[in-house]
């Protein structure tokens, strides 16, 4: 090799050594502050806990233990088929740890559950002529599990976190068209639900809230 090709060459070899050293400090670096996230914050994103949501989501806890945060309602104004005037849709974020449910109710909208975090969940439905029909948000699709249900509007149902693990819960996604509105979702009473359905007496009375 000539004077002239090495000098040629010394640059490019200095070159390749700084992009090594800056290629290694960058990922030390970037190991040393995810290390100090971690250490700060005691839970990693991908491995995030019930509170880890709750306090980034700004999630409320209501009196049935499900914790709950506004996302959006639409300011366009529909007819609904009761020729009744309401905003089109709406969604929130809804949170059940470990034994958590909401009981069962009608609403006077569809709901698009979606399952955003966490473990599965139960969707117990009790249709009018008395059959009962057990759907499960969750993402193991080869066990017939799905990561987005639909509630058909009027539907008698309840929404439950039955796993037993204290550290289980679900983050998830409801849709309502048109949006929600609280004068319109019914809690039946559990005597009103056995004196209908007492063929399922054991449900009702586990899953209804009054």
């Known amino acids: 090799m000539s004077a002239q090709q090495g000098i040629i060459n010394t640059?490019?070899?200095?070159?390749?050594l700084l992009s090594i050293i800056f290629l290694f400090?960058?990922?030390n670096t970037k190991q040393?502050?995810?290390?100090?996230?971690?250490?700060?914050?005691?839970e990693a994103p991908v491995n995030a806990t019930a509170?880890?949501?709750?306090?980034?989501l700004n999630l409320v806890q209501l009196p049935n233990k499900m914790y709950l945060a506004?996302?959006?309602?639409?300011?366009?104004?529909?007819?609904?088929?009761?020729?009744?005037?309401?905003?089109?849709?709406?969604?929130?974020?809804?949170?059940?740890?470990?034994?958590v449910f909401v009981g069962f109710h009608t609403m006077?909208?569809?709901?698009?559950?979606?399952?955003?975090?966490?473990?599965?969940?139960e969707i117990i439905i009790i249709n009018e002529d008395g059959s009962l029909t057990?759907?499960?948000?969750?993402y193991d699709l080869e066990k017939g599990e799905k990561p987005q249900l639909t509630v058909a509007r009027n539907t008698l149902f309840t929404v439950v976190n039955s796993h037993q693990n204290p550290n289980a819960f679900s983050l998830v996604t409801a849709f309502n068209i048109p949006a929600y509105d609280e004068s319109y979702v019914n809690f039946p009473k559990k005597q009103?639900?056995?004196?209908?359905?007492?063929?399922?007496?054991e449900l009702i009375e586990k899953y209804a809230e009054q």
């Open 11 to 16: 640059p490019l070899i200095v070159a390749i």
């Open 25 to 27: 400090l960058t990922i």
């Open 32 to 42: 040393t502050v995810q290390n100090h996230w971690l250490q700060k914050n005691n």
């Open 51 to 56: 509170q880890y949501f709750v306090q980034y």
């Open 70 to 99: 506004d996302l959006y309602t639409s300011q366009d104004i529909v007819k609904t088929s009761d020729d009744k005037e309401r905003k089109a849709t709406s969604a929130v974020y809804c949170l059940y740890e470990s034994g």
């Open 108 to 121: 006077q909208a569809d709901e698009i559950l979606v399952l955003n975090y966490g473990c599965s969940l």
């Open 134 to 138: 057990k759907e499960v948000l969750g």
């Open 192 to 201: 009103e639900l056995i004196e209908k359905y007492p063929q399922h007496k």
